[in-house]
């Protein structure tokens, strides 16, 4: 439904990616996720069908598409695609992308030369590098998360990051961090353009081997010790990802990740049941219609959110990101529960590939906190504000939950 949206040439993207999928993904997909390894035969495919320069400006050997372009639905049915194979490979994939794009919409000139050209020339990589499992830095506090110290020229990253996606196979990375000395470090939050392979940067594998799930994202720890970033390497203003709504522009990808696990999962689905000769049971029918609802429902929010980024219609785009991203999670949760229903825990045998995708849904649909993004979601329709802020795009604190367990922790004491 979607793929008639599309010019002929952004069509070519898409089947492109299709493609990709069959022929790379998904026979790959079950070793990446076995040796914990990063998927590089994805990004070789990917390199030569220029899909990992989607969001790098055309003047500098790019696709030019994405959001804030002409042409922002393309980059999410290619995410979409490859998820349908392999959710973890592709949110490496999708992870690359976002930053590129951060650079192409917040870099300056030169900026975008240096770091975006070496992109569709030789298919260098890139990290996003944010996650603290001390959480966030609350206004006056000073924890030990990666700060920024002030230098002559630019600034001295130490710390280290969690969750830190193509550590390992990324030549840049853009890592998140809080200066010291200012009263709300997270308000003028940075985004520190590093060299992976410079002085100070280690990857420490150890923890990643520990997941799960999206495995083949190697999203392993990195520290930083005493990092040298100039300040022609640090991509917009102070605080710019929060007020130019930079994660909102993320979130339809992820719901594209999301939609495309969906969509797998319901054709696997009815292939199984066909086979099985289960086809005339009315609670069959019942339940894969309504998993067919939710998923149309989803891809045609999609198709809205698109039309908003393509006419350049903000904030209202931002707020459908929003509401994207939480009802492609609760549209998918429902899928995977309706097919469970109806076909039972056969499905998740081997050598077949729904215990993997299970594991990595699982692991993966808790990326941001859908609470608060629907909490943000409804101060927007009650005029509340507070969509440039950490919580609207579901990262931070749960206060009313926070609340709960304190005033639970102190009737148990």
């Known amino acids: 439904m979607l793929k008639e949206k599309l010019s002929p040439a952004s069509l070519r993207l898409v089947k492109t990616a299709e493609q ?16 914990n390894r990063f998927p590089d035969e994805l990004f070789s495919a990917l390199h030569r069908a220029k899909l990992d320069a989607m969001c790098v400006p055309s003047a500098l050997g790019g696709l030019g598409i994405g959001p804030d372009t002409d042409d922002p639905l393309p980059v999410w ?24 794009h951060t650079v192409a919409l917040l870099g300056t000139t030169e900026q975008k030369e240096r ?22 830095p609350t206004v006056g506090e000073r924890p ?5 110290h002030r230098v002559s020229g ?3 990253l130490s710390g280290r990051k969690f969750y830190s996606t193509n550590a390992g196979a990324a030549k840049f990375a853009i890592v998140f961090a809080f200066p010291d000395n200012v009263a709300n470090p997270m308000s003028q939050l940075l985004l520190c353009m590093v060299d992976c392979e410079g002085p100070g940067v280690s990857v420490q594998p150890r923890w990643w081997d520990q997941a799960t799930g999206m495995r083949a994202t190697v999203s392993h720890q990195v520290n930083f010790d005493r990092v040298s970033v100039a300040d022609d390497a640090v991509i917009g203003p102070p605080g710019s990802y929060w007020s130019s709504q930079v994660q909102a522009r993320y979130l339809p990808q992820f719901s594209s990740n999301f939609q495309g696990v969906g969509a797998h999962l319901f054709d696997y689905a009815i292939n199984y049941l066909r086979e099985r000769r289960r086809t005339s049971d009315p609670f069959i029918q019942h339940h894969m219609a309504e998993a067919k609802v939710m998923l149309v429902t989803a891809e045609l929010l999609l198709a809205e959110t698109s039309e908003l980024y393509r006419t ?14 939480a009802y492609s999670q609760t549209a998918v949760q429902r899928v995977v529960e309706l097919v469970q229903a109806s076909c039972g825990s056969s ?14 849904w699982q692991f993966y649909c808790h990326h941001e906190n859908l609470d608060l993004i629907l ?14 802020s950490p919580e609207a795009f579901g990262f931070g604190r749960n206060e009313s939950r926070d609340a709960d367990s304190e005033r639970a922790g102190a009737r148990e004491k």
């Open 20 to 35: 990709i999928a069959a022929e790379v993904v998904a026979p790959n997909a079950e070793t990446w996720d076995r040796e």
């Open 115 to 136: 770091f975006l050209r070496p992109v569709a020339e030789s298919g260098a990589i890139f990290g996003g590098w944010g996650s603290e499992q001390n959480g966030r």
């Open 77 to 100: 049915l290619v995410t979409r695609a490859l998820a349908g194979a392999d959710s973890a490979s592709c949110h490496s994939q999708q992870v690359h992308t976002n930053m590129t």
């Open 154 to 156: 630019g600034w001295e």
């Open 375 to 388: 909490t943000a979601a409804g101060k927007t329709i009650f005029g509340l504000g507070g969509e440039g």
């Open 347 to 360: 499905i998740y045998m081997e050598p077949g590939p729904v215990s993997r995708m299970m594991r990595d």
């Open 312 to 325: 350049r219609r903000y904030p209202q785009a931002f707020d459908y990101s929003r509401m994207l991203r």
């Open 144 to 148: 030990a998360f990666t700060v920024a």
